[in-house]
C-alpha cells in the first residue's frame, strides 16, 4: 500500500466552481502534512501546510482528518491559474512521501 | 535571493556514462534530498542528507551516489549501474529533519535524457 494516495483526476471544472481534493495516508503517526502545487514542467512549490484546526488561505482551505487519515483541500471560486497538479505531501519525522498529484484544469 | 538551484536544467547522457547534477542552497538548510520523477507520477526519494558528511539511502537509491561535503551543497552522481535513468530530477531543502511543521522547498530541476 502506497504511502500516500491522491485520485489522478483530472478534475475538469468551469471557472468560478469550487472544487475539492482528498488525500489518505497510511501512517496514522505522521507527523505534518502539506499540499504542494506543480506547474507542468516545473518544481512542485509549498501551496499550504495543514494542521489540525484546518487553515484558509484566500480561497484555499484545508483540513486534516486523523481519525480517517485524510487530507483535503478545497478551492473557492477557480481561476484559470488555478489549473496544475496538487500533491498531497505527509512528513514522517526524517522523510517526506509525496502523493501522486491530483491534475485539475479550470476551463473558461 | 536565497534559493536553491539546480544545473544543467537539461542533460543528455550516454550509455554507460556517469554524470553529475548539482544542487545548491543558500537557504542555510541542515537537511537536503534528492527526488526523482517520472512522468503522471510522484516524487521518489533517491538519498537525503540531514547534516554535512552525511547521508541516508532513499527508496530507490541504486544507480545513485551523493556527497555532503558542504552545507549548501548536495550533488548526485547517476552511475553507469542506473538503467533507466531518464526522468525530471529535483533536489530539495529544509530547515532540520523531525520538525513538526518542516517543509521543503525545490529546486527548478534537472531533465536527464539517455541518447
Known amino acids: 500500500r502506497k504511502e500516500v494516495e491522491q485520485d489522478p483526476g483530472p478534475f475538469n471544472v468551469p471557472e468560478g466552481a469550487t472544487v475539492a481534493f482528498n488525500c489518505t495516508y497510511s501512517?496514522?503517526?505522521?507527523?505534518?502534512f502539506f499540499w504542494y502545487r506543480q506547474d507542468c514542467r516545473k518544481e512542485p512549490k509549498l501551496l499550504m501546510s495543514?494542521?489540525?484546526s484546518g487553515n484558509e488561505d484566500g480561497r484555499f482551505t484545508a483540513q486534516l482528518n486523523r481519525a480517517s487519515q485524510y487530507i483535503s483541500l478545497l478551492i473557492r471560486d477557480s481561476k484559470l491559474s488555478d489549473s496544475a497538479t496538487y500533491l498531497c505531501?505527509?512528513?514522517?519525522?526524517?522523510?517526506?512521501?509525496f502523493g501522486s498529484g491530483t491534475k485539475l484544469n479550470v476551463k473558461p | 535571493d536565497g534559493g536553491i538551484t539546480q544545473s544543467p536544467k537539461y542533460l543528455f547522457r550516454k550509455e554507460g556514462q556517469n554524470v553529475t547534477l548539482s544542487c545548491e542552497q543558500n537557504l542555510n538548510h541542515d537537511a537536503m534530498y534528492w527526488y526523482r520523477q517520472d512522468p503522471g507520477q510522484g516524487l521518489r526519494l533517491i538519498y537525503y542528507s540531514q547534516i554535512v558528511n552525511d547521508f541516508q539511502k532513499g527508496d530507490i537509491a541504486e544507480g545513485y551516489s551523493v556527497s555532503r561535503e558542504k552545507k549548501e551543497s548536495f550533488p548526485l552522481t547517476v552511475t553507469s549501474a542506473q538503467k533507466n535513468p531518464t526522468a525530471f530530477y529535483l533536489c530539495?531543502?529544509?530547515?532540520?529533519?523531525?520538525?513538526?511543521?518542516?517543509?521543503?522547498?525545490f529546486g527548478p530541476g534537472t531533465r536527464l535524457l539517455v541518447l
Open positions: 530539495a531543502s529544509s530547515i532540520r529533519t523531525g520538525g513538526l511543521k518542516e517543509t521543503q522547498y
Open positions: 501512517n496514522s503517526a505522521s507527523q505534518s
Open positions: 505531501v505527509v512528513n514522517d519525522f526524517n522523510k517526506f512521501y
Open positions: 495543514v494542521y489540525s
